[in-house]
């Protein structure tokens, strides 16, 4: 049985701060994984105060993020899909505009993630919590997509056109920014360089991120792939400046520290004990097709 793992994102370069070392791992070990992006990206802004094509990017923000999103695929040796829909913005009085992602309403919306499930079949979906990681509305409306899909892409009478029914076995949240690997990181760094410049940048990710409940139940080994994933982040140059210690912690202090990315089981149709270290314990060798 060929493992494979679908992993669902809001924007182009999510896939790369929020699971990019984990894709690569499994693809190590053969397995098939395929992102889907829900948007372009469009109404995303300019991070990079250094990027090169910045003309492009104010010309054609959209063909931008898609040349970066294919770079970031060649890097990390994926599967990618466009969902198709228009980035619904972080708009200041909390509306989102018309036709955007997060304006569709979700029986539509979902229709294309279950035709994708139905397609590639996967044992494994990540995708992020009900608050989508941040309160963005694209974030959170990625949630809502991906449980709806979830759910219908198993259920025979849903959507009866769009492929034959598929049940997935496992679904997991993003638990990758965590307390417990800034503490990790922390302590490690303030026992073997006390004098480190970065202690003050990880003390602030420390107390910003005080109230995070510990929700991760499995953490993937990735510290062999921690080079791919930065690969793969550094090609969304107008999103991730490479000076940004929010993402680029020295992959040295991560393999000491806290060698792994983070998720939560949410819902599981296997049996398998916790904590893991391996999205795919308890799959069955003979997979899992939903009753017709």
């Not at 679908?6 to 693809?27: I, N, Q």
Request: hydrophobic share 40%.
């Amino acid at each position: 049985m060929t493992l494979r793992l679908l992993a669902v994102h809001a924007h182009p370069d999510d896939e790369s701060s929020k699971g990019a070392a984990t894709y690569a791992y499994y693809r190590s070990l053969g397995a098939e994984v395929m992102v889907v992006s829900c948007t372009g990206g469009e109404r995303g802004s300019i991070l990079n105060e250094a990027l090169a094509d910045v003309a492009m990017a104010g010309r054609d923000l959209a063909g931008l993020r898609r040349l970066e999103m294919a770079a970031a695929q060649k890097a990390l040796g994926i599967e990618h899909r466009w969902l198709g829909y228009q980035d619904s913005g972080m708009q200041d009085d909390g509306g989102v505009p018309a036709n955007s992602f997060a304006d569709i309403p979700l029986e539509y919306s979902a229709e294309p993630l279950v035709r994708i499930i139905r397609e590639f079949r996967p044992q494994v979906l990540i995708t992020y919590d009900e608050n989508g990681g941040y309160p963005h509305p694209d974030h959170i409306r990625c949630h809502e997509v991906s449980l709806a899909a979830f759910r219908a892409a198993a259920d025979a009478d849903a959507y009866p056109d769009a492929g034959a029914p598929w049940q997935i076995d496992k679904l997991y949240y993003d638990r990758i920014f965590n307390l417990e690997r800034m503490d990790a990181m922390y302590l490690e760094l303030s026992v073997t360089e006390p004098d480190s410049e970065l202690l003050e940048p990880l003390a602030t990710a420390r107390d910003w991120m005080k109230d995070y409940p510990k929700l991760a139940t499995t953490h993937v080994p990735v510290g062999d792939f921690l080079e791919v994933r930065d690969a793969a982040l550094l090609a969304h140059a107008s999103q991730v400046s490479p000076t940004a210690s929010f993402f680029f912690w020295p992959n040295e202090l991560i393999r000491k520290a806290w060698p792994f990315e983070d998720f939560q089981l949410v819902e599981s149709k296997v049996h398998t004990d916790m904590p893991e270290s391996d999205l795919f314990a308890g799959i069955s060798p003979s997979g899992n097709v939903a009753d017709a």
